[in-house]
Each structure stands twice: as structure tokens, then as C-alpha cells.
């Protein structure tokens, strides 16, 4: 037995057989370990990319959900609030303050003071309905005042920073709850084509 082993080393081809034979195990080894570096590799881009979606899909539903759960009135369908006194509406360059005429009461009882900062809206003899810090400066030479079928007051305010949606008109006011350009959805209306191209640019740009 000793003997066949021993001719059986010696022999050329037997020799060349086992480095063969452990080539091709070496070979194996390093294609199995090839195989897992590449299966947890795949693993590893296939966790990131499901946690990256899931981040971006619990992003928008915690949106949703706080847009939904928030206390703030509903925007009306001019991207503004519907209050107790008056409405509001805007576009990216102006905000349109509806105010209707109390009986009795003529476009020339209006009290009006408008400031860069600062906005206040009565009638004679009344307590102010709107009296406060604005939500943001505007451009007091470019401010107007008119009466629309004498049954409501007009107050047109151009903003100084036309690329910026107001949340509300006075700060402390009831706030128009803004979701993302992605999450706007059903219940947030659908602005005119240039503010909504305007919101869109930049939203990309932020």
C-alpha cells in the first residue's frame, strides 16, 4: 500500500493531477467568496434603495397626515383663508383682502392705514376687524384700495418678496397650513398657471 502511494507520488501526471486538483479548489473558494461579497453587496443596495423609498413614502404621509391633523382653516380657491371678518386670497406678487360692507356702511366709512409692516382695516366709528404685523413687508406705493358692487371692500397688497406664498395676512392670524409642491393634492387648490410654476421653480431651487 505504502509502496503504491510512494510510486503514485512520483509519478508526473499524478503530480500534475493534484495541482489541478487544487487549483481548481482555490478557484472555488475564491468564486464562492466572489458570490457572497457580490450577494451582500446587492443586499446592501437593495436595503439603502428600500430605506431611502420608504423615507420618501413616510415623508409624504407624515405631510399628509399633518396637513390633515392640522387645526388651520382650509385653503379657499384663491390659495388663501376664509375668516369670520374677511377673506384673503394671493398669487406670488399680491394678496387680495376681501372685506364685506357691514349694513349701513359705504366704501367711504373705510379706515384704512397701510404701513411696510403693518396693516389696519375698520370703519368709522367701529373697532378695527383687521389691526396687526404683516405677515411680511410689502410695497406700500403699490397698495390699493376699491369697492366691488358696493357690498364688499377690495384691499390689493403687493408683496416686496414676490416669490414667497403668505401663510397668513397678520402674524398670530390662522395660518394656511403649505405642504410640499409633491403633496399638494385634492384639498389644496390648484393656483393659477404662473404661481404654480413659480411654486414648483422654487421648491426645486430650495
Request: aromatic share 6%; net charge negative; glycine share 4%.
Amino acid at each position: 500500500m505504502v509502496a503504491r502511494r510512494s510510486d503514485f507520488l512520483e509519478n508526473d501526471s499524478a503530480e500534475k493531477e493534484i495541482v489541478s486538483a487544487l487549483r481548481r479548489a482555490k478557484e472555488t473558494v475564491l468564486n464562492e467568496k466572489k458570490a457572497a461579497m457580490a450577494e451582500k453587496k446587492d443586499k446592501e443596495v437593495k436595503t439603502y434603495e428600500d430605506k431611502t423609498k420608504d423615507a420618501v413614502v413616510e415623508k409624504k404621509d407624515k405631510e399628509v397626515k399633518t396637513y390633515e391633523e392640522k387645526e388651520n382653516p382650509r385653503p379657499n380657491s384663491g390659495v388663501g383663508i376664509d375668516l369670520e371678518n374677511y377673506s384673503w386670497q394671493q398669487t406670488l406678487k399680491e394678496v387680495i383682502i376681501l372685506l364685506p360692507l357691514p349694513a349701513g356702511m359705504s366704501y367711504e366709512n373705510v379706515d384704512l392705514s397701510i404701513k411696510e409692516n403693518h396693516l389696519k382695516i375698520g370703519f368709522h366709528g367701529q373697532p378695527p376687524i383687521i389691526d396687526g404685523e404683516l405677515f411680511a413687508p410689502l410695497i406700500e406705493d403699490e397698495c390699493y384700495c376699491c369697492e366691488d358692487d358696493h357690498d364688499t371692500v377690495y384691499i390689493l397688497l403687493t408683496k416686496q418678496n414676490q416669490l414667497e406664498l403668505w401663510k397668513s395676512v397678520i402674524k398670530g392670524d390662522p395660518e394656511l397650513f403649505i405642504p410640499t409642491f409633491e403633496t399638494l393634492g385634492p384639498d389644496f387648490p390648484d393656483p393659477d398657471p404662473e404661481t404654480r410654476r413659480e411654486i414648483k421653480r422654487i421648491m426645486v431651487i430650495d
